[in-house]
T-cell receptor, first 109, second 113 residues
Framework: GQNIDQPTEMTATEGAIVQINCTYQTSGFNGLFWYQQHAGEAPTFLSYNVLDGLEEKGRFSSFLSRSKGYSYLLLKELQMKDSASYLCAVTDSNYQLIWGAGTKLIIKP | EADIYQTPRYLVIGTGKKITLECSQTMGHDKMYWYQQDPGMELHLIHYSYGVNSTEKGDLSSESTVSRIRTEHFPLTLESARPSHTSQYLC????????????FGNGTRLTVT
């Protein structure tokens, strides 16, 4: 079966750096997405990786290793508004999106 | 600024009722999706469409139907609501390419009593 694993919950301090990991086992691979979802709201797109390496977008970066079936989202200079769930999703060989359950990130002052 | 709209935002309805959740997008996207999401859980695909007159079933398609008569409109109908249908329903759209991200509506939170 297809599976995406993310930690259920993480806690970090305002101003610090946090890394949210995602491992996947899917039927083929055609890209990996990270989305942010605040409580009670819809997911919003953060990043997309299809090739190995690091993609940087301001305070957020996303890394992919296809050989290891692994990605991480790196959040720098954490702000209270970064408290949210972070969803990892992989596009499989049929271009279907497989979603992880998300990592709830709690930011403390 | 929302380019994809869902109505109603909240709905409380009795068991056995037929309901339609509305979704419209103004971006001209060909692909549209309906997802169900319970708190703290992953998104489950209910139905999707690759364009007008195209509809496909996802993992949770039973007891619901969709239609795609116009590019911008993708309504979801539950023929007979049950308490197990209580959940958040998210509509999304994307451009044609596999690398295109999904744009989500604000969701409909459905409670079936």
């Amino acid at each position: 079966g297809q599976n995406i694993d993310q930690p259920t919950e993480m806690t970090a301090t305002e101003g610090a750096i946090v890394q949210i990991n995602c491992t996947y086992q899917t039927s083929g691979f055609n890209g990996l997405f990270w989305y942010q979802q605040h409580a009670g709201e819809a997911p919003t797109f953060l990043s997309y990786n299809v090739l190995d390496g690091l993609e940087e977008k301001g305070r957020f970066s996303s890394f992919l290793s296809r050989s290891k079936g692994y990605s991480y989202l790196l959040l720098k200079e954490l702000q209270m508004k970064d408290s949210a769930s972070y969803l990892c999703a992989v596009t499989d060989s049929n271009y279907q999106l497989i979603w992880g359950a998300g990592t709830k990130l709690i930011i403390k002052p | 600024e929302a380019d994809i709209y869902q109505t109603p935002r909240y709905l409380v309805i009795g068991t056995g009722k037929k309901i339609t959740l509305e979704c419209s997008q103004t971006m001209g996207h060909d692909k549209m999706y309906w997802y169900q999401q319970d708190p703290g859980m992953e998104l489950h695909l209910i139905h999707y469409s690759y364009g007008v007159n195209s509809t496909e079933k996802g993992d949770l398609s039973s007891e619901s139907t969709v239609s795609r008569i116009r590019t911008e409109h993708f309504p979801l109908t539950l023929e007979s609501a049950r308490p197990s249908h209580t959940s958040q329903y998210l509509c999304a759209s994307s451009e044609g390419e596999g690398s295109s991200p999904l744009h989500f509506g604000n969701g409909t939170r459905l409670t079936v009593t």
